[in-house]
């Protein structure tokens, strides 16, 4: 099946804000775990490489395989399934991450808790997400989105939860704000505020199209800006409604 549509990040240059973003995800992950990990959402697997390497075993799982499960390093193991439930045992792992997946996920309270399940105590899941403040229309492909009270409220029974947010420096915002003036132009036409209403599967395919679109065109128009983002131009900072994404991080206790 494909899964080449706008909402799974590839590597295309129009993508480039958005792979960056991604990609500080799973270094500032891979600072941080060891032991037994389990990634929920290996989407096209450019994580892999980045995360596998600090891990004594690697357990990569999606609803989709986009990647060569032939050339994965001896460690790594994907697994093809649905979430929620996880398919392991109670306390299996030392860490789990998940990247842009939980605003998919329909039972998200059912998901929290299989997490936690399948973690050791003192292990630790380490989740991002978009921050609704942020975001410039409704997302068809996502079932919900959270604002920062919202995430800490759904990580409630863990034992402890760091939060931090994903910023941008100068250059990330004036490609925010060319893209948000980009999205004003598209939806003045939406004068019935379809966006809200209509049932989320029938905006799925004219979403994905004109997102897919709209950074294009916005890639030709500012070609140095959009390839110039770069990794390093986002960091972690003190959570707030201003930042791209949530990253959190949960320790069971």
């Given at each position: 099946m494909s899964i080449n549509t706008a909402e799974r990040v590839s590597c295309e240059a129009s993508d480039n804000y958005v792979f960056q973003r991604s990609r500080l995800a799973y270094h500032e992950a891979a600072k941080r775990i060891s032991g037994d990990v389990l990634e929920i959402g290996t989407g096209t697997g450019y994580?892999?490489?980045?995360?596998?390497?600090?891990?004594?075993?690697?357990?990569?799982l999606d609803k989709y395989c986009a990647i060569d499960t032939g050339s994965l390093a001896p460690n790594v193991e994907f697994i093809l399934a649905t979430v929620p439930p996880l398919p392991f045992a109670d306390?299996?792992?030392?860490?789990v991450v998940s990247f842009q997946v939980i605003e998919h996920i329909k039972r998200d309270k059912l998901f929290i808790s299989e997490v936690r399940r399948v973690l050791k105590p003192g292990g630790r899941f380490i989740v991002s997400t978009p921050n609704r403040p942020m975001s410039l229309t409704r997302n068809p492909w996502h079932v919900r989105e959270y604002n920062p009270e919202e995430l800490?409220?759904?990580?409630?029974s863990f034992g402890s939860i760091e939060e931090c947010g994903v910023v941008g420096n100068e250059r990330v915002w004036r490609y925010y704000e060319k893209n948000r003036e980009s999205v004003r132009r598209i939806m003045r036409f939406d004068v019935l505020n379809m966006q809200w209403w209509l049932p989320r599967w029938l905006l799925q395919m004219p979403y994905d199209i004109m997102n897919r679109i709209n950074r294009r065109r916005l890639h030709s128009a500012?070609?140095?800006l959009t390839e110039g983002i770069a990794m390093e131009d986002y960091s972690l900072a003190e959570v707030s409604d201003s930042c791209f994404d949530l990253f959190y991080i949960a320790t069971k206790l």
């Open positions: 994580g892999i490489d980045i995360v596998a390497p600090y891990a004594s075993r690697f357990v990569t306390a299996t792992f030392d860490f800490r409220e759904l990580l409630g500012n070609r140095e």
